[in-house]
């Protein structure tokens, strides 16, 4: 079975400086996409980046990129020049390209943004 | 374009007690999701529709949960009785289809409490 983890429950970071959020997953699968979800206080959960796990480019959006590392089942998110809005649990998740369409998340890890 | 709506956004009920859960996804959407996410954890899925027929229910209690979706539009997840530990926030997703290229939207959540 598919798994995803996310080591740093928490991670802060000074406004206007960057931060990388870790994530990594267990998979036998080949073709699959990968996420990275942020959950604002308000609780509406919203996609911030996805990645094809076949595209070797990295995905970006905006201050949004991931570092996809498919050897080593990686993918972790940088944020650039932090915002107060960015302030957020985030959450990566996996899913099949095949016939399992579920996701499968990680717990989260709670972005702090310093004034 | 409006988005995923659910009500009520708050309930507390005590244990024993029924309650019922509504969701409204977004109009052409065929594909609907509940999950259930518990305080510092990720989303869990319990159900997911496509149209009106249930595609996977594995992970849905099912001596305790149903929901439905009789026009394969809005939707309803009930917890007949209620349990301390189904204390939770109830997330409804919607999608134009099951194919993992197409993007989940997410509702505001329920936050439900059970005492």
């Known amino acids: 079975a598919q798994t995803v983890t996310q080591s740093q429950p928490e991670m802060s970071v000074q406004e206007a400086e960057t931060v990388t959020l870790s994530c990594t997953y267990d998979t036998s699968e080949s073709d699959y996409y990968l996420f990275w979800y942020k959950q604002p206080p308000s609780r509406q959960m919203i996609l911030v980046i996805r990645?094809?796990?076949?595209k070797q480019q990295n995905a970006t959006e905006n201050r949004f990129s991931v570092n996809f590392q498919k050897a080593a089942k990686s993918f972790s998110l940088k944020i650039s020049d932090s915002q107060l809005g960015d302030a957020a649990m985030y959450f990566c998740a996996y899913r099949s390209a095949d016939s399992n369409y579920q996701l499968i998340w990680g717990a989260g890890t709670k972005l702090i943004i310093k004034p | 374009e409006a988005g995923v709506a659910q009500s009520p956004r708050y309930k507390i009920i005590e244990k024993r007690q029924s309650v019922a859960f509504w969701c409204n996804p977004i109009?052409?959407?065929?594909?609907l999701y509940w999950y259930q996410q518990i305080l510092g954890q990720g989303p869990k899925l319990l159900i997911q529709?496509?149209?009106?027929?249930?595609?996977?229910d594995s992970q849905l209690p099912k001596d305790r949960f149903s929901a439905e979706r009789l026009k394969g539009v809005d939707s309803t997840l009930k917890i007949q009785p209620a349990k301390l530990e189904d204390s939770a926030v109830y997330l409804c997703a919607s999608s134009i289809n099951r194919d993992p290229t197409y993007e989940q939207y997410f509702g505001p959540g329920t936050r439900l409490t059970v005492t």
């Open positions: 990645q094809e796990a076949y």
């Open positions: 109009s052409g959407h065929a594909t």
């Open positions: 529709f496509q149209n009106n027929g249930v595609v996977d």
